[in-house]
T-cell receptor, first 111, second 113 residues
């Protein structure tokens, strides 16, 4: 069964303090690992898709990396507006494209 | 950027009543999904829809649930007889291609009392 585990559950950083979020996955035949940002009471907002080990993608202060067992979302010099819940999801062997989500990491960045 | 639109944003219903949650996916997308998120829990897959039929459904999606794409633009989720445990945020998502990113709507918060 496809599974996604994210750690830590919550992370508090000072503005400018870089850190990483982890997403460990077990899936039979990874067909995509997705990172989303979710603000309270809102829908997930797309950040990145990674397809193969070694792949990296960047957007502003965020960088996502992928290995065969996990993905990291690195946040460099975060700002308060980066505060949100970050969701990791995998698309596995299903031919329908369903995503399996982790429970998320809630990031709080203090000024 | 194009967006997925969901209505209503919040619905309160009595247990046993039928509800219909509505979604307008992005116009050139072909793959459609419903997910739900119970407060404080993971986003969970409910159903996927492609080529005018259900392509996969989860264990949650029992006989009380149904989906329709009645007119080529709207995509609806119906819960026939709501239960207290159906209270959750329901998200619609669409994708142009099965590998492509999924665009999520802002959700409908369903409260069953």
């Amino acid at each position: 069964e496809d599974q996604v585990t994210q750690s830590p559950e919550a992370l508090r950083l000072q503005e400018g303090e870089s850190s990483s979020l982890n997403c460990s996955y077990t899936v039979s035949g990874l067909r995509g690992l997705f990172w989303y940002r979710q603000d309270p009471g809102k829908g997930p907002e797309f950040l990145f898709t990674l397809y193969s080990a070694g792949e990296e993608k960047e957007k502003e202060r965020l960088k996502a990396t992928l290995t065969k067992k996990e993905s990291f979302l690195h946040i460099t010099a975060p700002k308060p507006e980066d505060s949100a819940t970050y969701l990791c999801a995998v698309r596995g062997s299903s031919n329908t494209g369903k995503l399996i989500f982790g429970q998320g990491t809630t990031l709080q960045v203090k000024p | 950027e194009p967006e997925v639109t969901q209505t209503p944003s919040h619905q309160v219903t009595q247990m046993g009543q039928e509800v219909i949650l509505r979604c307008v996916p992005i116009s050139n997308h072909l793959y459609f999904y419903w997910y739900r998120q119970i407060l404080g829990q993971k986003v969970e897959f409910l159903v996927s829809f492609y080529n005018n039929e259900i392509s996969e459904k989860s264990e949650i999606f029992d006989d009380q649930f149904s989906v329709e794409r009645p007119d080529g633009s709207n995509f609806t989720l119906k819960i026939r007889s709501t239960k207290l445990e159906d209270s959750a945020m329901y998200f619609c998502a669409s994708a142009r291609d099965i590998s492509d990113r999924r665009f999520f709507g802002q959700g409908t918060r369903l409260t069953v009392v």
